[in-house]
């Protein structure tokens, strides 16, 4: 294991959404390098099919790998979601998703044992969260929807205003009907909309980032597994997208909190 110590962490995402995990990955894990995959020529996962996505998900895994990863972080809630139970065991680095690390920190928060869960359709389709949720508490009430609309509006950087606040209502507003005390954002984009959600839903509702509890988890397995870097160099962080890169390279700013400074562009089937 030693050899692995300094090898970069591998982080795959749809596209550019899975920034935020990296965002978190960085300020949990400052020395640690990251090689991330955004396959954005195929993007979205959300609207897809649960065997195109393990499809993808795989490819973009067999792609991290080749790059010399010492794990795998699934930034993507819809691959986490449907790809990691079929895929974690095949490989010989550790494969950490977003969905149980959320849905465990909000099963810790309620008090009510009431939780609001957002995400793509297929992610709220596969039940993950909800399942994860019941493997700490099966008497834990988990209330779903889906909001295609909030990952064009992010893009768009549309994350306050009218036609913003218009769509956090219809969203959410059943959830909010059921009252629960802790709502999982359980989608790359979500977090940039916090903003919003929290003036909907109230102060008192706990907003679970599933990016930052997905970092920390990551920590945990470095540390188990005694693969934390000892390395004293500056962190290197390498980014890889399936088309152009010039969109990533845009608007990717405001999902890292900092500019990208390159962006590689690879081949189909990477
Ligand atoms: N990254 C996806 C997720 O977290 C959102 C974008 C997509 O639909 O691909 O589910």
New binding site residues.
């Given amino acids: 294991m030693k050899s692995m110590l300094k090898r970069p962490i591998g982080v795959f ?3 550019i ?2 920034l935020t995990v990296v965002k978190a990955l960085t300020e949990t894990l400052p020395t640690e390098s990251i090689v991330y995959f955004g396959d954005t020529a195929r ?6 099919s649960k065997s195109t996505v393990i499809k993808f998900s795989l490819e973009n895994i067999e792609f991290l790998l080749r790059c010399g990863v010492k794990c795998i972080v699934i ?7 449907w790809a990691l139970p079929e895929l974690s065991e095949y490989f010989r680095v550790p494969i950490i998703g ?1 969905i149980r690390p959320g849905a465990h920190a909000a099963a810790q928060y309620t008090k009510n044992k009431r939780i609001g869960v957002i ?2 359709k ?2 709220v389709f596969s039940g993950a969260y909800e399942d994860a949720v019941k493997e700490v508490d099966a008497s834990i009430k988990v209330y779903s929807q889906s909001c295609p609309l909030f ?1 064009p509006l992010v893009e768009e950087g549309m994350v306050r205003g009218a036609i913003c606040n218009q769509l956090v209502e219809d969203y959410l507003k059943k959830i909010k009907r059921s009252q629960v005390d802790t709502l999982i954002l ?4 979500y977090p940039l909309l916090t903003n919003s959600i929290r003036a909907y839903m109230g102060k008192k509702v706990k907003l679970v980032d599933s990016a930052k509890q997905a970092a920390r988890d990551v920590r945990g397995v470095l540390m188990g597994t005694q693969m934390l870097t000892d390395s004293k160099a500056k962190p290197k962080y390498k980014f890889y997208v399936t088309d152009e890169p010039q969109h990533f390279h845009n608007i990717g700013k405001r999902f890292l909190g900092r500019v990208i400074e390159h962006v590689d562009k690879v081949n189909g089937q990477h």
Wanted: net charge neutral; glycine share 22%; proline share 4%.
């Fill in positions: 995402d749809s596209g959404g899975g993007v979205p996962y959300g609207t897809k930034a993507c809630n819809t691959a986490s979601a977003v995400g793509t297929s992610t990952v359980g989608c790359t984009h």
